[in-house]
C-alpha cells in the first residue's frame, strides 16, 4: 500500500511538472517571458532536480536580460553533462550545446571573454556544425586579445610611473640631504667673537674723535694765524 502510495505521489508529481512546462512553453512561445518564468519556477518547486525546468527557466530569464539568475541556471544542467549524454545523447548534446552557447554569451555580456572563449569551446566540441557559436568564439578570442593587451600595456604604464615616482622621491631626498648637509655646515662654521666686534667698534670710534681732535686743532692754530696776523697789520 505504501508503494503503491509513493508511486501514486510520483506519477502526480511528474505530471504537475509537465502541466507547468507545457504552459512555459506556450507563454514563451508567444514571447511572454515573465509569465513564462512563472509557469517553469512552478515545475522547478515540484521538482527540484528538473533538467528540462532548469533549462527552460534558465531561457526564459536570458531573454529578460537576468544573466546573473540565467547562468546560475544554465549551471545546474551543465553540472548533470556526463548523465544527460550518457541517457540521450544525440538530443542532450545540442541542448548542453545551447545551453553552454548561452554561457559564453552572458560572459561576452560581463567582458568576461576567458570564460566566454571556454564556454564557446565546449559548445561546439557538442555541436561542432554551429556556425553561431563559432563566430562567436572567433569574436570573444579577438576581445580576449585585446583586453590582455591593455591589461600589458597598462601594467607597463604603472610600472613606469611607479619608476618615475620612485625617481622623483630619490631626487627630492638627496636635495634634502643636501640642504639639511649645508645648514649643519652653516651651524658649524666659527661665529664672530662678540667681544671682538666690540673692540673693533671702539677702535672704529677712537679714530673718528681722533680726526676730530686733529681738525679742531688745525682750525684753532688757523684762527689764532689769522688773529696774529690781524695785530700785525694793525701796528703797520
Not at 509513493?6 to 515573465?34: P, V
Not at 539568475?69 to 548542453?96: D, F, K, P
Not at 553561431?132 to 576581445?143: G, I, P, S, V
Not at 640642504?179 to 664672530?192: A, G, M, N, R
Amino acid at each position: 500500500m505504501t508503494a503503491g502510495l509513493m508511486c501514486a505521489g510520483t506519477l502526480f508529481g511528474q505530471k504537475a511538472e509537465r502541466k507547468h512546462i507545457r504552459e512555459g512553453n506556450t507563454l514563451y512561445g508567444s514571447e511572454k517571458f515573465t509569465e513564462a518564468e512563472i509557469a517553469y519556477r512552478k515545475s522547478v518547486d515540484v521538482n527540484p532536480r528538473s533538467v528540462e525546468g532548469a533549462y527552460d527557466l534558465g531561457n526564459a530569464l536570458y531573454r529578460q536580460q537576468k544573466y546573473p539568475e540565467a547562468a546560475e541556471q544554465y549551471q545546474l544542467v551543465a553540472g548533470q553533462s556526463e548523465r544527460l549524454l550518457s541517457e540521450n545523447r544525440a538530443a542532450n548534446a545540442l541542448r548542453l550545446a545551447q545551453v553552454y552557447h548561452n554561457l559564453g554569451n552572458i560572459g561576452m555580456q560581463n567582458r568576461e571573454y576567458a570564460k566566454s572563449v571556454e564556454a564557446y569551446k565546449q559548445s561546439l566540441r557538442l555541436n561542432p556544425k554551429d556556425d553561431e557559436t563559432r563566430y562567436n568564439l572567433a569574436l570573444a578570442q579577438k576581445l580576449l586579445d585585446d583586453q590582455q593587451q591593455q591589461d600589458q600595456d597598462q601594467d607597463q604604464d604603472k610600472e613606469q610611473q611607479d619608476q618615475e615616482q620612485e625617481q622623483q622621491q630619490d631626487q627630492q631626498q638627496q636635495q634634502q640631504d643636501q640642504q639639511q648637509d649645508q645648514e649643519q655646515k652653516t651651524q658649524e662654521q666659527p661665529q664672530p667673537d662678540e667681544q671682538m666686534s666690540q673692540d673693533n667698534a671702539q677702535q672704529i670710534l677712537d679714530a673718528f674723535l681722533q680726526d676730530e681732535k686733529d681738525t679742531q686743532e688745525k682750525v684753532k692754530k688757523a684762527q689764532a694765524k689769522q688773529q696774529e696776523r690781524r695785530r700785525t697789520d694793525k701796528q703797520w
